[in-house]
């Protein structure tokens, strides 16, 4: 079992995430609580037993972030994650600065915390058994020299999404798969990746028309439908822009 700090203000909202929730069947256990962060902090340096504290990004006398940043600046191992009704991204970005491994919005769903926790168990795993079975494949965490990088996890499942719902796609329904508000989903991409969110749709779609153009069996019409453009007008001239011809020159050369 992975022993975890709750950290909030509201009693209510810290027994309720306490004791509601099933965290030994995900592999944790509650091994404290704390009102703040000063004294979440305390706890943390005083005990050295943690494995994860969840808390509140919102507090009075030390804030979730700046409990963060303060474990961040110590280089303590605990794992973060931020728990808050507030859904700006000026937050969250400062979070992923101190090394937070993801941010839940309020009400925390039982969906989310369980997808997130069995991933951060995941993590857990593989650090404590070593890193002969470390997944090599992704890059470590940014800045922080060691571990298992989520955000890169977030952003390849973002992008298998949108491959996969070219003819029907949302922002809104991206972020909801990575379970981010898409306001902020839409800067972490960015962020994360050099691209804008739009600039990805496009090159994900005229790659995958590109592809379809290949095969006889479809009209432009239809591939542009299939990548999802109701205008096939609309479609010719992204793809004009984006391969310097149309579809039809594309196709015939």
């Known amino acids: 079992m992975y022993r975890l700090l709750v950290v909030d203000d509201e009693v209510e909202t810290r ?33 050295a037993c943690y494995d994860v504290v969840l808390a509140d990004i919102r507090m009075p006398v030390m804030s979730g972030l700046d409990l963060a940043k303060e474990l961040h600046s110590l280089r303590h191992p605990v794992k973060v994650i931020l728990l808050s009704g507030y859904r700006e991204f000026e937050y969250a970005q400062s979070a992923m600065a101190y090394g937070v491994r993801n941010y839940i919005v309020k009400p925390a769903k039982y969906k989310n915390l369980t997808e997130i926790f069995n991933l951060l168990r995941e993590e857990l795993d593989r650090e404590r058994a070593g890193p002969s079975v470390r997944d090599s494949s992704l890059s470590l965490e940014e800045g922080s020299g060691q571990g298992y990088n989520y ?18 796609l949302s922002l809104e329904a ?11 989903f839409s800067q972490f991409f960015k962020q994360k990746t050099g691209q804008t969110f739009t600039e990805y749709v496009v090159q994900a779609k005229m790659e995958k028309a590109a592809e379809l153009l290949q095969d006889i069996r479809y009209r432009t019409y239809e591939v542009s439908e299939m990548v999802g453009y109701s205008n096939p007008k609309n479609f010719t001239r992204t793809f004009r822009e984006y391969y310097g011809m149309t579809p039809s020159q594309f196709r015939n050369r």
């Open 15 to 47: 027994n309720a995430l306490c004791h509601y929730f099933p965290w030994e069947e995900i592999g944790f256990e509650i091994a404290g609580q704390a009102g703040n962060g000063k004294e979440a902090l305390d706890l943390v340096i005083r005990n």
């Open 151 to 168: 955000n890169a996890k977030i952003v390849e499942t973002a992008k298998t999404y949108i491959r996969n719902q070219l003819k029907e």
């Open 174 to 184: 991206v972020a909801e798969v990575v379970h981010m508000n898409p306001n902020y």
